[in-house]
C-alpha cells in the first residue's frame, strides 16, 4: 500500500490544535518531499518558538525567508524569536522589514515598538505604537505600551491619557491599572496609586509585579511593615522575582529590631542563590600588568539628577592618567547630569535595554581590571552582571554600602567610621576603609547663601528633616515627639516627595497627634522641583535630626552646607553610621549620639545655646570646603591607591598562574 502524500493543511490543523509533536512530523515529512517548502519551513520555526527552541526557530524561519523573502508574516516571527534571545538589533530590522513588506501588519508594528522599546530606543518606540493606534484605535496593548514608554520619556500627562483610555474600554485591565498606579507613583500621588495597585490585584490576584509595586509604594509612605509583608508574598508568588528580592533585603535595613547578623545572612542566602543559577566567567586578563594604566568600570543606573551623582562627580573629574574610566550607564531617560557626567570620561557606554549577559559580554571585552558598582540593591540595580564576574577585580560602592551578598564582589568601599572593627563579619566582601572618609561630596551649584539663623527672628527653635517617610520609623518619631515636649514652642519642619499627598500629610499628622505634638508644631512640605528652592528651604531650620537606624547621606551633606549642624544617632549597621563618617570628618563628634537618650539630649542641648548654634551656621560651610569631605582630588588621590593596592594583590595571585586575557 502506497503512503499518502502528507498535506501541510492537515499539519496545521494538529498544529492549532496544539498536537505539536504530530504537526512537526507531517512538516518534515513534507520537507523531505520538497525541501524548499517555505511553509513548511517556516510552520516547523513555529513550533520550535513555542517549544522554546529559538536558535531553532530563527535558522529554520530563516530558511524560509531565503525561499520566499516576500513573506511579512515570515519576518515578523523571525523577529519574535530573535527578541527572545535578546537580539534587539536583528528583531528591530525583522520587524521593520515586515511592515515595510505589508504596511497594514498591526502585529509587526507592536511588535516594533516593543523591540524599540526595550532597546531603549523610546522615541521611536512611541512612534510604532502611534502607528498601531492610526489603524486600531482601540488597539489596547498598544495604548499600555505606548503610555509606558512616555512614562519611560518623563511624559506623565501622556502616560496617563494612555492609561485612562484603556481603562475606558477595559475596566479589568490589571496591566493597565498597574500602569497607572506607576505613572500617579512618579508624581508622589501615593494614596491613587496604591489604589490603582489594588485595582490592578482584585483584576489579577497573583499578579507579581502589582504587589511588588504596591510594596514600594507602602515604603515611600512610611509603612514599611505593610511593605516588607507585599514583598514577601511576591517571592511566594514568584521566588525569583528579582525586584522583590532585593526590595525585600533593603527594607530590612529600615528597622531597629532587625540585627545586623540577620540582614547580613539574608543578603548572603540571596546571593548563594544567585551563584546556582549564574556561574562566573572566570575572565581574567591583565593589560600586560597594564604599563600602569589600570581600567576602571563604573556600572550605574543613576548617572542622572540622582544623589549618587553627587558623590561620583569629584571622583570621576579627578581621576589621574593612570587611570581609563568607563561608564555603564543603564539610564533610560538621559539629562543634563547624564551629559555633563559623560564629558568627564574617555568612554561611555549606554547598556539601557541590554540583557545582563549583554552587558557582562561588553564590560569583558572592554576588558576591565577593575568593575565598580555603584548602586547595590538599589533600583535597577545590575548585581547579576557582577555574578557573572567579568572583571577580574569587582568592588561595591555608594549606591547600597550593605554587603552585596555576593561571593563574586571582592571588596566594598567604606571608612573606620561607616564599617568599625565590627564591621568585618557582617560583610561578605573585603572591606577598604579609605582614610579621611569613604564620600566626596559635590557641593550643589545651585546652593544660595546661608540665612541668619531662624530662631533668633521666629523665637522658636525649629528642627528639620528632609529624608523619605521610609526612614521616619515610629520609633524615630516618638523620639522626635520626645524632644520637641522637652524644647517649648519648637517645630518640627519634613520634607519629602511623599508628603505631596494629602493622605500622606494627614496621616503623619495624626501620628503626631497620637505623641502628643499638635498640628501647629508641624511643617509638612512635598517635592520642590527647583534645587535652589529646595536648598533655600535649609535656611528655614536650626537643627537638623538625622532619621535611625537608616541615616540620611545626601540630606545631611546638604544640611551642612546649608549651615544646619544635624544630630545622628549611631549604630550596628553601616547605613547607621554614615552621619558618623560625615560629622567626623568636620569634628562635630559632639553631634553624635550613641543611644536615644543622649540623642534627644544632644538636640536639646543645642536647641538652648544660641550663641553655638549661630557660631556653627556661620562656620559650616568653611569647615566642609576645608574638610577631606570637599577635597575632590585627596579623595580620589586616596581612592585609586585602595585601587592600585587591589591590582597589585591580583597581579600578584596571578603570578604562578598563565594570564588568559579576554578577547
Known amino acids: 500500500m502506497q503512503n499518502s502524500t502528507p498535506d501541510i493543511h492537515d499539519a496545521l490543523r494538529l498544529h492549532q490544535a496544539g498536537e505539536l509533536g504530530q504537526a512537526t512530523a507531517i512538516y518534515r515529512q513534507v520537507l523531505s518531499i520538497d525541501p524548499r517548502n517555505a511553509d513548511a519551513l517556516h510552520l516547523l520555526g513555529v513550533v520550535a518558538f513555542q517549544q522554546g527552541a529559538h536558535d531553532e526557530a530563527i535558522e529554520s524561519i530563516q530558511q524560509a525567508i ?4 516576500t513573506s511579512a508574516v515570515f519576518h515578523n516571527n523571525l523577529g519574535a524569536a530573535q527578541r527572545e534571545l535578546a537580539l534587539l538589533d536583528a528583531a528591530i530590522g525583522s520587524f521593520e522589514r515586515a511592515v515595510e513588506l505589508d504596511a497594514n501588519y498591526v502585529e509587526a508594528r507592536f511588535n516594533l515598538g516593543n523591540a524599540l522599546q526595550a532597546a531603549g530606543r523610546l522615541a521611536e518606540a512611541v512612534s510604532a505604537y502611534r502607528s498601531v493606534l492610526q489603524v486600531q484605535p482601540e488597539h489596547l496593548n498598544a495604548l499600555n505600551n505606548l503610555g509606558a514608554a512616555l512614562q519611560t520619556q518623563g511624559d506623565l500627562a501622556g502616560a496617563t491619557e494612555c492609561y485612562q483610555r484603556v481603562l475606558a474600554l477595559d475596566e479589568t485591565n490589571a496591566d493597565s491599572w ?9 508624581q508622589d500621588r501615593l494614596t491613587e496609586a496604591e489604589e490603582c495597585f489594588r485595582r490592578a490585584l482584585s483584576c489579577r490576584p497573583q499578579f507579581a509585579d502589582a504587589y511588588n509595586s504596591l510594596g514600594s509604594a507602602l515604603r515611600i509612605q512610611g509603612r514599611v511593615d505593610e511593605a516588607r509583608a507585599c514583598f514577601e508574598q511576591v517571592l511566594t508568588l514568584d521566588p525569583r522575582h528579582h525586584l ?7 527594607t530590612l535595613d529600615y528597622t531597629a529590631d532587625v540585627c545586623p547578623q540577620e540582614i547580613h545572612l539574608r543578603r548572603c542566602q540571596w546571593g548563594d542563590n544567585v551563584a546556582t543559577q549564574i556561574a562566573p566567567q572566570q575572565t581574567h586578563h591583565s593589560s600586560e600588568i597594564n604599563g600602569g594604566i589600570i581600567k576602571i568600570g563604573y556600572i550605574s543606573p543613576d548617572f542622572r539628577e540622582h544623589a549618587v551623582a553627587s558623590f561620583i ?24 547630569m547624564t551629559q555633563h557626567l559623560q564629558s568627564l570620561v574617555g568612554t561611555w557606554r549606554n547598556i539601557y535595554g541590554m540583557s545582563d549577559e549583554q552587558v557582562a559580554q561588553q564590560i569583558a571585552a572592554d576588558r576591565i581590571d577593575i568593575l565598580v558598582d555603584l548602586a547595590g540593591h538599589t533600583a535597577r540595580h545590575r548585581l547579576r552582571v557582577f555574578a557573572r564576574k567579568p572583571a577580574p577585580i569587582q568592588v561595591n560602592y555608594l549606591g547600597d554600602s550593605t554587603t552585596t551578598g555576593l561571593a563574586t564582589m571582592d571588596y566594598r568601599i567604606s571608612d573606620a567610621w561607616a564599617d568599625p572593627w565590627f564591621s568585618d563579619e557582617y560583610c561578605r566582601e573585603t572591606l577598604i576603609r579609605l582614610p579621611g572618609g569613604f564620600l566626596c561630596f559635590a557641593p550643589p551649584e545651585a546652593a544660595p ?4 539663623l531662624p530662631c533668633t527672628q521666629n523665637g522658636y527653635v525649629t528642627f528639620g528633616s528632609f529624608n523619605s517617610l521610609a526612614k521616619i520609623t515610629p520609633e524615630v518619631m516618638r523620639i522626635w515627639a520626645e524632644l520637641l515636649r522637652q524644647v517649648p514652642e519648637s517645630r518640627l519642619f519634613l ?3 511623599a508628603l505631596r ?15 502628643e505634638i499638635p498640628a501647629h508644631r508641624l511643617e509638612l512640605l512635598g517635592h520642590v522641583e527647583d534645587a535652589a528652592e529646595h536648598l533655600a528651604l535649609y535656611n528655614r531650620i536650626d537643627i537638623g535630626l538625622d532619621t535611625f537606624p537608616y541615616g540620611g547621606t545626601t540630606t545631611t551633606c546638604e544640611a551642612l552646607w546649608m549651615g544646619v549642624p544635624v544630630v545622628t544617632l549611631s549604630g550596628a549597621t553601616h547605613v547607621s553610621r554614615v552621619g558618623t563618617s560625615l560629622l567626623s570628618q568636620l569634628g562635630l563628634n559632639k553631634l553624635v549620639a550613641h543611644d536615644e537618650a543622649e540623642y534627644v539630649q544632644i538636640a536639646d542641648e543645642l ?3 544660641e550663641q553655638r548654634l549661630t557660631i556653627l551656621r556661620n562656620g559650616l560651610r568653611d569647615a566642609m570646603q576645608r574638610s577631606s569631605l570637599c577635597d575632590a582630588a585627596g579623595f580620589t588621590h586616596r581612592l585609586e591607591m585602595a585601587y592600585q593596592s587591589m591590582w597589585q594583590q591580583w597581579c600578584a595571585s596571578c603570578a604562578s598562574e598563565p594570564i588568559v586575557c579576554a578577547g
Do not use: W
Open 607 to 609: 536647641a538652648r545655646d
Open 178 to 186: 498597574h500602569n497607572f498606579g506607576l505613572c500617579l507613583d512618579a
Open 495 to 497: 520634607k519629602n516627595g
Open 313 to 336: 562627580d569629584p571622583i570621576l573629574s579627578n581621576h589621574s592618567s593612570e587611570f581609563d574610566v568607563v561608564c555603564y550607564a543603564d539610564v533610560a531617560a538621559p539629562d543634563k
Open 244 to 250: 522583590a528580592q532585593s526590595n525585600a533585603l533593603m
Open 449 to 452: 547663601e546661608v540665612a541668619a
Open 501 to 515: 499627598d494629602e493622605s500622606v500629610r494627614t496621616r503623619m499628622t495624626q501620628r503626631f497627634e497620637e505623641l
Open 66 to 69: 531565503d525561499v520566499s523573502p
